[in-house]
């Protein structure tokens, strides 16, 4: 008798449950119980030496560290996918994971709604100047002394990375009256840019008075907005950052925050998370969330269902659903269901 | 020929441009009165003698109080219009100003898309839940422990709306960006084309039904905490509440007791029964997003209600009336 396809959680499902039972009948999942790095190195030779497929998710890599070469090299044989639950994967190395063979799955689509949300959720805050307002009333002093805001009425939203979740911002700043140009490595054809102006890297800078940050954090994008680029935007501008914290020079930030050139930040994401900058965190026009992009039991259900549906596929030879971009620019791999 | 008098209760922040145009068709006075109290003897030594139309703003209730039967009838007989630089005018008894020959005007539409603004953030800070960890991340504790609550996506949500004005309308475009669904109860149903495909429900199958309830009626005798006790009974258990109306339209220590007993999950408020004051109950609570009244506290949007109230005491010099009057003066 052949023995189920076994998938290593390397952390528990908490809300897809039904989901995770229906996996349970045709394939072996079972948790991981490794206590460190070291020793899952040792376990993935020992009793995890012919799992099949990796379920993980962004906390997966606070026992397990980084899925760099060293950690893929120590991947047994039979491993022949990586199922994330997250729609950011640039703490997996997909080169490494190519060269063994290895599929990853990422999961692009459920954090696409929740993200584009909360992207809003901090332009509003930001432009209308409020996170002074909150922590004044909660100090005792209701109202004094708060500034004015600005209303995004007729106000220009620059986009950077229009993939999913930006289209999605751009469409929610439509009934707020926002004009919204966008600068994307490709340009997109009409229907997908709904209406949004294509503008170069340059001009996006200087016409936006509000920049959402939707860009994947890659070698290419690391600090892509810093000093200089901070200096090209118009004076009072608004930045906004779901993405990764590492896309913007926090320090560059900062500093022209505390300057009154940027006006406001609303942040979902830092470089070095948990840490945030201090003189940051010290600022009251910088309105701050510790990375709650997809913390709704909706979304987290759809990115676990979506992940765990991968690995079911991937165990049980179906094709794969959304295999990350960089496996399918390959010539041969897998293309996607839709 | 001497210029009419105008009064001026409050600060004009923006529309200096404006205002200084009103020194060419009038000649403007303020109160030295630092308190109601000063303000009535003020009144009766006659300062204010010959003045004919008075330009207030939300704020200076802080001097003069409420102007209510007590004080109109202490304004000298020559003022004939009260030119409201605010949306809500509930701290006018415009009745009273009916009897004593008043005309009173507001600031109705300019406020709608900062309010709804306004309004939108707080559905999103409660249903998300974003509160407790904003605090925590201050704190030095990035997210908090014990970890946030998890908060609840929009798509799909019924979002009920209670007073389908102005504020109301702008506010369901909105909601619909983020794939609610809206339903509304009004003093009266709306055309198909006003109310934009929105369903029409009875106030009791508002309760019952909405995900997220939304407060944008105006403060009156009959709307005064026309949400309490009985009413978070009726509703969803775990609805979020979202006010940026007035603050005495709920009954502000019901929705705490509400609140603890999980009844309703989270709240945003703008707005408090007796601003500056909020409930304690309120402040003890870190998973409520409570904002100081900056419903239309933006550059652009005071800067718009100030011209438009400015226009309306304009209207009152050279048209004998105001542009803009309030709903129950309409027909006089």
Not at chain 1, 16 to 22: D, G, T
Not at chain 2, 49 to 58: E, H, I, K, L, S
Not at chain 2, 68 to 95: C, M, T, W
Not at chain 2, 191 to 202: P, T
């Amino acid at each position: 008798m052949i023995s189920k396809p076994r998938i290593l959680f390397l952390n528990p499902v908490r809300h897809a449950h039904p989901v995770y039972k229906n996996l349970s009948s045709v394939t072996q999942p079972e948790l991981l119980s490794s206590k460190s790095r070291a020793e899952l190195f040792q376990d993935f030779k020992g009793k995890y030496n012919n799992i099949t497929a990796i379920y993980s998710t962004s906390s997966s890599y606070a026992l397990a560290g980084k899925f760099d070469k060293e950690l893929i090299q120590h991947l047994p044989p039979s491993l022949k996918f990586i199922c994330h639950n997250g729609a950011g994967y640039d703490n997996i190395d997909i080169e490494a994971c190519t060269a063994r063979g290895i599929k990853v799955t990422n999961a692009p689509d459920p954090v696409t709604d929740a993200t584009a949300d909360l992207a809003i959720f901090l332009l509003l805050g930001a432009l209308r100047q409020l996170n002074p307002a909150i922590f004044s009333l909660r100090n005792g002093n209701f109202k004094t002394g708060i500034d004015f805001g600005h209303d995004p009425q007729g106000k220009t939203l620059g986009v950077l990375g229009m993939g999913r979740i930006g289209r999605a911002v751009k469409r929610r700043a439509e009934p707020f009256g926002m004009k919204t140009i966008y600068h994307n490595r490709n340009k997109l054809n009409e229907d997908d840019a709904a209406g949004a102006e294509y503008v170069s890297f340059g001009r996006l800078l200087g016409e936006s008075d509000i920049i959402s940050v939707h860009v994947p954090l890659n070698s290419r994008t690391k600090h892509l907005i810093g000093e200089q680029e901070i200096q090209k935007m118009k004076d009072g501008v608004v930045i906004v950052n779901t993405a990764r914290g590492a896309v913007i020079d926090e320090a560059a930030m900062t500093a022209a925050l505390e300057a009154g050139k940027i006006a406001a930040v609303g942040l979902d994401v830092y470089e070095r998370e948990p840490e945030i900058n201090q003189i940051l965190a010290k600022n009251s026009r910088a309105l701050l969330i510790p990375h709650l992009g997809t913390h709704t039991t909706e979304t987290l259900a759809k990115m676990e269902t979506l992940a765990m549906e991968n690995a079911r596929r991937g165990c049980l030879g179906e094709s794969l659903l959304t295999v990350v971009a960089e496996q399918l620019e390959k010539a041969g791999a897998l293309t996607n269901e839709h | 020929m001497t210029k009419p008098l105008v009064l001026l209760l409050g600060e004009i922040e923006h529309a200096h441009e404006e205002w200084a145009s009103i020194s060419e068709i009038a000649d403007i006075i303020e109160p030295k009165a630092r308190s109601r109290e000063e303000f009535i003897k003020e009144c009766k030594s006659g300062a204010f003698d010959n003045v004919v139309a008075t330009y207030r703003t939300f704020q200076s209730v802080a001097i003069t109080g409420l102007i209510d039967e007590e004080l109109i009838a202490l304004l000298p007989r020559s003022l004939k219009f009260i030119a409201h630089n605010g949306a809500g005018y509930d701290q006018i008894d415009v009745h009273a100003c009916t009897a004593h020959g008043i005309r009173v005007s507001n600031v109705p539409t300019a406020v709608d898309d900062a309010t709804a603004d306004t309004n939108m953030f707080l559905i999103l800070g409660a249903l998300r839940g974003f509160n407790t960890s904003m605090i925590a991340l201050r704190n030095g504790h990035w997210k908090g422990s014990p970890p946030p609550p998890l908060g609840h996506d929009p798509q799909g949500k019924v979002l009920g709306i209670l007073g389908m004005g102005g504020i109301g309308r702008n506010l369901k475009k909105k909601a619909e960006a983020f794939g609610m669904t809206v339903q509304y109860y009004n003093r009266s149903k709306l055309s198909e084309e006003l109310s934009g495909g929105a369903k029409y429900v009875g106030f009791d199958e508002l309760l019952k039904t909405s995900d997220v309830l939304s407060l944008n009626l105006p403060l009156n005798k009959q709307t005064r905490h026309i949400i309490s006790t009985k009413e978070f009974e009726q509703m969803k258990k775990g609805v979020v509440i979202v006010n940026t109306a007035r603050g005495a339209v709920m009954d502000e220590a019901a929705l705490v007791v509400a609140l603890e007993k999980g009844q309703v999950w989270s709240c945003g408020l703008d707005v408090f029964e007796e601003e500056p004051k909020v409930h304690a109950g309120l402040i003890a609570n870190p998973h409520v997003m409570l904002v100081p009244h900056m419903g239309t506290w933006t550059v652009e949007t005071q800067t718009k209600m100030e011209t438009w109230c400015i226009d309306n005491i304009r209207s009152a010099i050279e048209k004998g009336k105001l542009m803009s009057p309030v709903g129950e003066q309409k027909d006089i």
